[in-house]
């Protein structure tokens, strides 16, 4: 650290720059965490020279997890580097500050750490680009969608919901009907939600089928929120699915719906033994219309 940058210091902070050159990892933590509590941004470059260079993971770590206050270009590059650390508390500590990110900007530091060899990497910057909406990381995420990662393709799929851009929904839906992994095919139903479209219609429709109760659970969901008219009866079908949470987004997706087919399925669910799905059962009801007798 130059010379006169120290001297420039406040002098709380110049007292925890000395502190951070001491030989003792445990001095230099706390000095990390002194700094953190000043809040002040005088004190970024001193914590990005402990992010980049400390010997101690802990401190590496520990910076990490105090830059996620600042969202300067310098700071998410920083950060953005830290994924490939080799120690992984720094790598988690480094993902999670990137999680916080705000500002759409950022994500043209971020983007380029998609393509990392590692795949922790690459589902770590999808992650911090998922809410960042950025545009221009569209075209990566739809090849991402190949990734040979399942938290990868699982990240990019949140990404391109987030987008909500109409021409990823074939790809969505062959995601949702064929993907390997469960949480893949459950975040694709889900981003599905982004468009009423056809595709997306007859992908969330087959999904109420898939193998895996949490896919039938997100499908279930989703189609209430579209209000598709052809899904009244596949969701009163899955009123009967062995998993009440599957169960229970029926139940409310029907409510959303309005339509009185599922009156007396509904009804007959207010006699099961979840208490949670007794009460989505009666709230949908009231939403359609209560039948005659019905407490």
């Known amino acids: 650290m130059p010379d006169d940058f120290l001297f420039a210091l406040d002098p709380a902070i110049g007292a925890l720059a000395a502190r951070l050159s001491d030989p003792d990892a445990a001095v230099r933590r706390v000095a990390v965490l002194q700094l953190a509590d000043l809040e002040d941004e005088a004190g970024v470059p001193l914590l990005l020279q402990r992010l980049q260079s400390d010997p101690a993971a802990a401190v590496r770590a520990e910076a990490a997890r105090t830059l996620a206050s600042w969202e300067a ?14 120690d992984r508390e720094v790598a988690e500590a480094a993902a999670l500050a990137l999680a916080e990110l705000k500002d759409s900007g950022s994500g043209a530091a971020v983007l380029p750490w998609v393509a990392h060899e590692d795949p922790f990497v690459r589902a ?27 938290p990868v393709r699982r990240e990019a799929v ?34 599905l939600g982004l468009a009423a479209d056809a595709s997306a219609r007859d992908a969330l429709l087959a999904a109420l089928g898939d193998s895996a109760w949490q896919v039938r659970e997100e499908a ?3 189609l209430g929120k579209l209000k598709f008219a052809e899904a009244v009866r596949p969701l009163i079908g899955a009123l009967e699915d062995a998993y009440w949470q599957v169960r229970l987004q029926a139940a ?41 007798g019905v407490a």
């Open 252 to 292: 409310r997706a029907l409510g959303k719906l309005g339509d009185r087919q599922a009156l007396a399925p509904l009804t007959m669910q207010l006699a099961h033994a979840i208490s949670n799905l007794r009460k989505e059962a009666a709230l949908s009801l009231a939403q359609i219309g209560q039948p005659h």
């Open 220 to 222: 279930a969901q989703t």
């Open 73 to 86: 270009d310098a700071v998410v590059r920083a950060l953005a580097a830290a994924l490939a650390d080799a």
């Open 158 to 191: 949140t990404v391109l919901g987030w987008l909500r851009r109409s021409e990823a929904l074939p790809a969505l839906a062959q995601v949702a009907a064929s993907d390997a992994d469960t949480e893949v095919r459950r975040a694709a139903a889900g981003a």
């Open 124 to 150: 770590s910057a999808w992650r911090a680009l998922r809410e960042l909406r950025y545009a221009p990381g569209f075209d990566a995420a739809m090849a991402a969608l190949a990734d040979a990662a399942a």
